[in-house]
């Protein structure tokens, strides 16, 4: 019976918007995921064929995001997942103390991998990586915007150094050239590197065609770490091995009715380029003064109070996102954890407010955001619809009522995402 089946695989991400973006890829190859947000306290739900669990610890102090990392994957250990995955940005975001060797370390512990890959590779998003330096398009990643992310600027490009940073395991790397060849030099140079005492293994991919090697590399390795494309790569060739005909398929989409909103804590240029597409077209954006917050005034009755007032009328959007230049000023000022702790605790209570106004549909853009919010709603299980190429993914939680989510990466998504995720919430079209 379904129930009697084991977890394909099971992963722990480490931000909110990560695991959902995980979770779509791996539905839309018609696989059947349990999605938690925070460590899980229920039991896994009977007959699926993945799970994924969505920390909040990208940021986190290490020791923080190791315990809850391990605490998650024991959690699921328990169904004895044929792959471990641990799940980060394709642009390798880590504090500057770094959360991805640290967590990995507890991870290999756990799972006795004797080696482990490292593929942040998005193709679609144009995050490339190759003779182990991370491309944002045709730019060195330290040459792009993300060099000046609040929170985790990336000012080194070669992924090697980075990580080697972050663990005391021995880094190495497995090159475009070889992947080129075929599996059997990947095999070969994987080992060599094993055996040379450099088991984390950096890997060069910048085509789809790349990941489907990677794959067919690791799909039965214990442990693999990565960005979400390499998941549904995975995915495939479960489909072709027969291991998902046991398992039902995912469950179908839902409308969702009620007025919707945004709310933007990402200081992304992408983020503060799709707020001036969504004023361009008829939203109304309220920007928030953290000075305003800080001095003790009522930022979060105010923006209720102006969102209440609108709501059912008009698209509403609500936001903390800056400038990089006007961010920096305000970290020098009050502290970069500070600040970001205003913005985050803010949202996350003008969040509260608007679902308690009977809000049904909410786009959040910024991991840390949506982490903040939905930990403020009280959600811990989430339903995400299948990843469509170009588009962010839909969810869904259980409030007392249905409430439909995007939850969107900072950097991601086309500029009109706002006005268009909110409408296809309402239309229940992916």
């Known amino acids: 019976m379904v129930e009697s089946q084991n977890l394909l695989f099971g992963a722990v991400a480490d931000d909110l918007t990560g695991?959902?973006?995980?979770?779509?890829?791996?539905?839309?190859?018609?696989?059947?995921?349990?999605?938690?947000?925070?460590?899980?306290?229920?039991?896994?739900?009977?007959?699926?064929?993945?799970t994924v669990v969505a920390l909040k610890s990208r940021v986190a102090p290490?020791?923080?995001?190791?315990?809850?990392?391990?605490?998650s994957a024991s959690w699921f250990s328990a169904s004895a997942p044929k792959q471990i995955f641990y799940k980060y940005s394709g642009s390798f975001d880590s504090t500057e103390k770094g959360n991805i060797g640290c967590c990995v370390d507890a991870l290999q512990a756990l799972t006795q991998a004797d080696r482990v890959l490292f593929c942040p590779t998005h193709p679609l998003n144009e995050r490339t990586v190759y003779n182990g330096y991370l491309f944002f398009g045709q730019r060195l990643v330290s040459d792009s915007s993300k060099r000046y992310d609040p929170l985790t600027p990336m000012t080194e490009p070669d992924l090697?150094?980075?990580?080697?940073?972050?663990?005391?395991?021995?880094?190495?790397?497995?090159?475009?050239?070889?992947?080129?060849?075929?599996?059997?030099?990947?095999?070969?140079?994987?080992?060599?590197?094993?055996?040379?005492?450099?088991?984390?293994?950096?890997?060069?991919?910048?085509?789809?065609?790349?990941?489907?090697?990677?794959?067919?590399?690791?799909?039965?390795?214990?442990?693999?770490?990565?960005?979400?494309?390499?998941?549904?790569?995975?995915?495939?060739?479960?489909?072709?091995?027969?291991?998902?005909?046991?398992?039902?398929?995912?469950?179908?989409?839902?409308?969702?009715?009620g007025a919707g909103a945004v709310l933007a804590g990402s200081c992304a240029d992408q983020t503060r380029a799709q707020l001036?597409?969504?004023?361009?077209?008829?939203?109304?954006?309220?920007?928030?003064?953290?000075?305003?917050?800080?001095?003790?005034?009522?930022?979060?009755?105010?923006?209720?109070?102006?969102?209440?007032?609108?709501?059912?009328?008009?698209?509403i959007a609500i936001a903390t996102s800056s400038p990089p230049e006007d961010v920096f000023a305000i970290q020098a000022k009050l502290g970069r954890d500070t600040v970001a702790e205003l913005a985050e605790n803010t949202l996350a209570e003008i969040g509260r407010g608007l679902v308690e106004s009977g809000l049904g549909r909410l786009v959040v853009a910024g991991g840390e955001t949506s982490g903040a919010i939905i930990a403020a709603l009280g959600i811990k299980k989430l339903s995400v619809g299948p990843?469509?190429?170009?588009?962010?993914?839909?969810?869904?939680?259980?409030?007392?009522?249905?409430?439909?989510l995007c939850l969107k990466s900072g950097k991601l998504g086309d500029d009109d995402a706002f006005m268009e995720r909110l409408q296809a919430l309402e239309t229940g079209q992916p």
Do not use: C
Request: proline share 6%; hydrophobic share 45%.
């Open 276 to 315: 001036q597409v969504f004023e361009n077209h008829g939203g109304q954006v309220l920007h928030l003064d953290l000075h305003a917050v800080m001095a003790g005034e009522d930022v979060v009755g105010r923006s209720l109070e102006w969102a209440r007032a609108r709501l059912g009328d008009v698209q």
């Open 387 to 404: 990843q469509i190429p170009g588009k962010i993914p839909l969810a869904y939680a259980d409030v007392g009522r249905p409430l439909g």
């Open 160 to 257: 090697t150094k980075v990580l080697a940073a972050q663990t005391r395991v021995a880094v190495g790397l497995l090159p475009w050239r070889t992947l080129s060849k075929g599996l059997a030099s990947m095999q070969e140079a994987t080992d060599r590197l094993v055996a040379a005492g450099r088991p984390y293994i950096i890997a060069d991919a910048i085509r789809d065609e790349d990941l489907d090697r990677l794959a067919e590399l690791t799909v039965d390795w214990p442990l693999v770490t990565g960005n979400a494309m390499i998941g549904a790569h995975l995915a495939k060739l479960w489909r072709q091995r027969g291991q998902l005909d046991a398992f039902p398929l995912p469950g179908s989409l839902q409308k969702v009715q």
């Open 19 to 50: 695991g959902v973006d995980l979770a779509s890829e791996l539905v839309s190859q018609g696989v059947a995921v349990d999605v938690r947000v925070g460590v899980p306290e229920t039991p896994i739900e009977a007959g699926v064929a993945a």
């Open 62 to 71: 290490p020791d923080q995001a190791v315990r809850e990392t391990l605490q």
